[in-house]
């Protein structure tokens, strides 16, 4: 079993940035896939950026790609979501997942463990 807590969500104005923090109550880095998700009102759950640890691969959606980073601290057991240059359609509740199998990273279906999310609003 694993327990996902997610941090740092807020409101902030178009342009901003934020970083939300994952952190899970074991160790996942070595075998697991990590990844985030966001759910806007009225909207299904979309896929946003995923990592895959044994393989060091970084997945992301083609809406977030350039403007969003994940990334992960192993002595912490924190994964991290830099988000740059938001926009008002970024508004959202933040997932973070954790998969302990294979699958395709950008699949709902993929993840096991899930977080209670984090909410991000961006202002225009």
């Known amino acids: 079993q694993v327990q996902l807590v997610e941090s740092g969500g807020g409101l902030v104005q178009a342009g901003a940035s934020l970083r939300l923090s994952c952190a899970a109550s074991?160790?996942?880095?070595?075998?697991?896939?990590m990844g985030w998700f966001r759910q806007a009102p009225g909207k299904e759950r979309e896929f946003v950026a995923a990592?895959?640890?044994?393989?060091?691969?970084?997945y992301y959606a083609d809406s977030v790609k350039g403007r969003f980073t994940i990334s992960g601290d192993d002595a912490k057991n924190t994964v991290y979501l830099q988000m740059n240059s938001l926009k008002p359609e970024d508004t959202a509740v933040y997932y973070c997942?954790?998969?302990?199998w294979g699958g395709g990273p950008s699949v709902i279906q993929t993840y096991k463990y899930w977080g209670q999310g984090t909410q991000v609003t961006v202002s225009s």
């Open positions: 074991r160790r996942t880095f070595s075998t697991y896939t």
């Open positions: 997942a954790a998969s302990p």
């Open positions: 990592v895959r640890w044994s393989g060091d691969s970084t």
